[in-house]
């Protein structure tokens, strides 16, 4: 759910199509998971102005209260989880997490 209210936060309006490709699911996962933050009010659907046909989902207001809520308490929890760490660890933890992502991306 964070992911996707993250994806919709940053990027906008986006239909399930382009929401399966950006997290490289089949459109039915992403479907199912996009009714149920609908069904919280977390998302909302509306035509797609350029094919009526089609679905746009995008995050609410209430979404994006509940993405703000979360991403502090990741923060703290992180921060919680590091305080005993020293610079040069976190910064050594910090460009692994990048290799990582890059290594996912690629």
Known sequence: AYLLLRQLDEFGPARV????EAFKLDISTLSRQASALENKKFISRSSDPSDGRVSLFDITPRGKEMLQTDKQM???RYHSMLKEWSNEEKELFGKLLMRM???FID
Do not use: V
């Open 17 to 20: 199509k382009e929401l399966a």
């Open 101 to 103: 992502n890059d290594a």
């Open 74 to 76: 990741r923060l703290e």
